[in-house]
T-cell receptor, first 116, second 112 residues
């Protein structure tokens, strides 16, 4: 199989603090990972594309200084929400492309962030 | 830009067949995928069509017509556990990367 994990699965933080979310491919290497955000009853919105060893590519309207992405190895990408505010409360989901494996993205279980 | 349209809600009874349509406008199109998502969970991959035609996987089938920019997901022998949101997603080459762009999703409610 192709398993992707996320940690933490849920987090509550105070406004103004930063939160780091990890995305790991457990049994395969992933040169490319993606970060999505999903508000209740809405679709998944692509935030950024993360490539191992290079800077992430952010979608239009996503603040790169607020959502810091690091893809330091072929199995780990991290998303840090800096100076979080209540409007950042959402479900954050990562996915990974198996290196050399084609089109299918393998999704992590998601991280629910609540900012109080 | 990229856009996808699919119905917001569909209701059906157990054992029935339901078809969820998806139309798209995109550049750099590679293929059309379908994902299932239960409330509170992550999306799970159902199918992928890169070429015209029908792909069958058990109770689920997916169809693509590239010339019409149209596809559908067909669910047969519906079960209660099929109640979920279904998203079509376009694989498109954009900005140097092959990305997935999701539709707004169709909430399927299966009743006894």
């Amino acid at each position: 199989g192709a398993v992707v994990s996320q940690h933490p699965s849920w987090v509550i933080c105070k406004s103004g603090t930063s939160v780091k979310i990890e995305c790991r491919s457990l049994d395969f290497q992933a040169t490319t990972m993606f970060w999505y955000r999903q508000f209740p009853k809405q679709s998944l919105m692509l935030m950024a594309t993360s490539n191992e060893g290079s800077k992430a590519t952010y979608e239009q309207g996503v603040e790169k200084d607020k959502f810091l992405i690091n893809h330091a190895s072929l199995t780990l990408s991290t998303l840090t929400v800096t100076s979080a505010h209540p409007e950042d409360s959402s479900f954050y989901i990562c996915s990974a492309l198996r290196t050399g494996g084609g089109y299918e993205q393998y999704f992590g279980p998601g991280t629910r962030l609540t900012v109080t | 830009g990229q856009s996808l349209e699919q119905p917001s809600e569909v209701t059906a009874v157990e054992g029935a067949i339901v078809q969820i349509n998806c139309t798209y406008q995109t550049s750099g199109f590679y293929g059309l995928s379908w994902y299932q998502q239960h409330d509170g969970g992550a999306p799970t991959f159902l199918s992928y069509n890169a070429l015209d035609g029908l792909e069958e996987t058990g109770r689920f089938s997916s169809f693509l017509s590239r010339s019409d920019s149209y596809g559908y997901l067909l669910l047969q022998e519906l079960q209660m556990k099929d109640s979920a949101s279904y998203f079509c997603a376009v694989s498109a080459y954009s900005g140097g990367y092959n990305k997935l762009i999701f539709g707004a999703g169709t909430r399927l409610a299966v009743h006894p």
